[in-house]
């Protein structure tokens, strides 16, 4: 069994300790440095090489974002998992290539589920390997903060105040505008109307009906979503290219 070495960063003692006694009761990971902020993660990370980082976000000097920014655009980055009190950086988190994020108090489970996730080659690192990487949508739900990675959506649509995300898994709500989601991943979703958005690699026709267009999806249900014919002629372009 491989074992992950593991930076803790917290400017908290206690929340560095209890991260510590979940990850002793631990057989795949060992805890090779700690830190109290950015700065110091900066400087422990390069001198321990960590193969992942526990992080929180609000912290004083450097905070969390920016130290996970300047490690995740390192030629061998190690994987960022958020350990944060405050759950509304979910998104920010995961536009810095984090592997996960954890909403404290950070429980065992929801610990070891997301170590186990970084021990696999983590996104930053799997560009070496790979022509894209697999980014996320983040939710902020009951039971927490749930990932809803790119390639396993299939389109997004917007109804009065929600947003619904339909995936390979299933169907989640989110409250992101489709405007917001549309601005963050442009490169993935594309507008077919006002109230909905398309994964390009999803995509495979666009059909004209006595009613105005479809769009063709390669989902396992053979979705068929409404074109508005504001958006027909970038949906035919799209897939003409």
């Known amino acids: 069994m491989t074992e992950h070495r593991v930076l803790i960063v917290d400017d908290e003692a206690p929340a560095r300790d209890r991260l510590r006694r979940l990850l002793e009761a ?9 830190a109290g902020n950015g700065t110091e993660a900066l400087e422990k990370a390069a001198e ?26 390192q030629a061998t980055p190690p994987a960022v998992i958020f ?3 405050y759950d509304d950086y979910a998104l920010s988190a995961f536009r810095v290539d984090a592997t ?5 108090p950070v429980r065992r489970e929801a610990l070891a589920s997301a170590l186990t996730r970084a021990g696999r080659v983590n996104r930053p690192q799997s560009r070496q390997f790979a022509p894209q990487d697999n980014p996320a949508i983040v939710v902020r739900n009951q039971a927490g903060v749930e990932r809803v990675e790119l390639d396993r959506l299939y389109y997004a649509s917007a109804d009065n105040k929600y947003v619904t995300l339909v995936h390979d898994r299933g169907e989640t709500l989110c409250d992101y505008s489709l405007r917001e989601l549309e601005q963050a991943h442009g490169e993935h979703l594309l507008r077919i109307h006002r109230h909905t ?13 006595q009613s105005g267009h479809l769009a063709q999806l390669s989902d396992p249900a053979g979705t068929r979503l409404r074109v508005s014919r504001r958006h027909a002629t970038g949906v035919r372009d799209y ?3």
């Open 26 to 34: 631990m057989e795949d990971c060992r805890v090779c440095a700690e």
């Open 48 to 73: 321990h090489r960590p193969d992942i980082v526990l992080m929180d976000v609000r912290m004083p000097g450097m905070d969390g974002m920016d130290a996970a920014r300047e490690l995740t655009a």
């Open 83 to 85: 350990c944060t009190a």
């Open 100 to 104: 996960d994020y954890l909403v404290k």
């Open 197 to 209: 958005l398309v994964n390009r690699r999803y995509l495979e026709a666009l059909t004209r009906t």
């Open 239 to 241: 897939l003409e290219s």
